[in-house]
């Protein structure tokens, strides 16, 4: 028996699974053929290593609407391009204002209160309402003269629930605020266009929505914010080596060292196998999931639903907690006994927890992708049937 037999995988939060055949053929290739160090050298490998950079800087410029490639910073992770974000415009900061919410990941959370830690900004987190959205007017109300930046993740990873970010933006806009957007859950399941959208930063992880492979991620950037980034990694480009600087151009100045080839190679695949309008209907597949979900949660007693009553503002992400068992052994009991993999638990995001009164166990989350189906969602309620009585 292998880890994946009777396999139902309900955590696509976390990480897209199984990743596509082309995905795999696409890292499998580039490993054998392709896998030179990009900008480096002059010769095939290196030459068939850079086309690929290319190619995925050009469809995520083309799928999130952000016109420029050079613009498209490629990141190890969502993490990593949330700290380049959030560091690169803030760590020479004396005493700048930045509004974030509660709802936000550890991405966010840490790396903010590392430099309020320092004395380098000042912090304000804006709470969810009983339904888990932020309100646009307290937002607005906490932009003061002296904030500097606006950061929000654009779909909750605990509750599913979609921020206005439109909205949003134009309040920061018209305060000459800068807007930076985690979506990491929104990235291939939502429609995104960054210029449309008036964000000025977006970052996310190349192996959820999108289904690309772990240790790839994407930091885009507006047109007027691409020159207030600074490095905050310096090193090997490949190009200008005399000099003892980071280069100023784009992606360089921000890009240094050798990128992970083989995973963008399987990005790559993966971003040229979603069609821009194909990500509608990735979207309703997943609130229908949600929905059958969350109904036949609750339908069961002794099971509380987090978040809202609507699917029509979520992603496919439902979380609850059941009175009779804690969070983490219900997990562990549906893998072990069901073969259904779900998450259990803070999900990095302490401070959903902590306003529903939730710490320090958590909840149970289930998310779906676009290959989930009704039938694991049943299978699932079914098991939470069984063991709950």
């Known amino acids: 028996m292998t880890v994946t037999d009777r396999l139902i995988y309900l955590d696509h939060a976390a990480t897209s699974y199984p990743k596509s055949e082309a995905v795999i053929e696409a890292m499998t290739r580039c490993a054998r053929e392709q896998a030179g160090n990009p900008g480096r050298s002059g010769h095939r490998l290196a030459s068939a290593a850079q086309g690929i950079v290319g190619d995925v800087r050009l469809g995520i410029s083309q799928l999130m609407g952000v016109g420029d490639p050079s613009r498209v910073i490629l990141t190890h992770n969502g993490t990593d391009a949330l700290n380049l974000a959030i560091h690169g415009l803030l760590d020479g900061s004396d005493g700048a204002y930045v509004v974030t919410t509660t709802l936000e990941h ?86 995104i266009d960054l210029t449309a959208m008036g964000v000025d930063l977006l970052a996310f992880s190349g192996h959820k929505g999108l289904g690309g492979p772990t240790g790839t991620g994407c930091l885009c950037l507006g047109r007027e914010t691409a020159n207030r980034v600074q490095s905050v990694r310096q090193g090997g480009t490949g190009g200008d080596s005399r000099s003892a600087l980071q280069p100023d151009a784009l992606p360089e100045r921000l890009e240094a060292g050798t990128p992970n080839v083989i995973g963008l190679a399987g990005l790559r695949a993966a971003v040229q196998a979603l069609d821009r309008n194909d990500v509608p209907s990735r979207w309703g597949h997943e609130r229908e999931l949600r929905e059958q979900l969350r109904v036949g949660l609750k339908a069961m007693p002794g099971v509380r639903v987090l978040g809202p009553r609507d699917d029509t503002r979520c992603v496919g992400v439902v979380s609850f907690v059941v009175e009779a068992m804690d969070a983490a052994t219900l997990a562990g009991v549906l893998d072990s006994s069901f073969g259904i993999a779900v998450r259990a638990g803070l999900h990095c995001s302490p401070g959903v927890h902590e306003q529903l009164g939730q710490m320090p166990d958590g909840a149970v989350r289930v998310s779906v992708g676009p290959d989930s189906t009704g039938e694991d969602v049943e299978a699932l309620l079914s098991a939470l049937r069984q063991i709950l009585g």
């Not at 800068?178 to 859950?185: K, P, S, T, Y």
């Open 106 to 191: 550890n991405s966010v959370l840490r790396p903010l209160a590392t430099l309020e830690r320092a004395g380098r900004i000042s912090l304000t987190r804006v709470p969810f309402d009983d339904q888990g959205f932020v309100s646009v007017d307290e937002v607005a109300a906490a932009i003061t003269e002296d904030t500097r930046m606006v950061v929000i993740t654009h779909a909750s990873n605990v509750l599913g629930t979609i921020q206005d970010v439109e909205a949003i933006a134009a309040v920061t806009q018209s305060r000459g605020v800068l807007l930076c957007v985690d979506a990491a859950q929104t990235a291939g399941v939502v429609p």
